[in-house]
């Protein structure tokens, strides 16, 4: 089976996403999308099912189809929305344990994976209140701060530290302090 997702105009719609249920069973027997030129292609046994197409922008088309083998359905044509979007947002949950004390902020970062992606350089400036200059300095709270490597004072040059925090990979460590 085949066919095409326009707009009004008769232009193409790219990407819609299509899904087919089967009546009898009600379950999704087929999800794809349209190509660049609006046109999809899936095959699937003779029955009765219901066709849903969505996409960004246009109204859903909902439609119940009674299917042979072999079959190109009309265009089916969706309609702008026109709705105004007052925000978006997008949420990320990370599993951080974050321990704050008089004088510090840590956080453990062990079996995250999102560390295992990054540098060690990049999990310290997604920490809350940290920022790092341009000289590869690090505050905290925009204070300096100590900077200790298994509880032993860094003795580093600030542009020095930083190139060996850019080369250890972020799930290598433990916890931040």
Known sequence: MNGSII????????YANIVFVNLK??????????????????????????????????????KRYSLTLDIKLPDIVLRDQNQQLDEVMIKAEISKNIEHTATSIMVNIQNDSLFKQISTADVLSLLPGVQIDEDGGVKLQG???????????????????????????????????
């Open 7 to 14: 707009d009004v105009k008769g232009e193409p719609i790219s």
């Open 25 to 62: 069973t009600e379950e999704k027997v087929g999800t794809i999308s349209s190509e660049d030129d609006g046109k999809f292609s899936i095959e699937l046994s003779s029955g009765e099912y219901i066709l849903e197409v969505s996409v960004l922008g246009y109204s859903k088309y909902i």
């Open 143 to 177: 204070r300096s701060a100590l900077i200790t490597i298994n509880g032993k004072p860094n003795r580093m040059s600030s542009l020095t530290f930083m190139m060996l925090l850019e080369s250890m990979q972020g799930d290598h460590n433990t916890n931040i302090r």
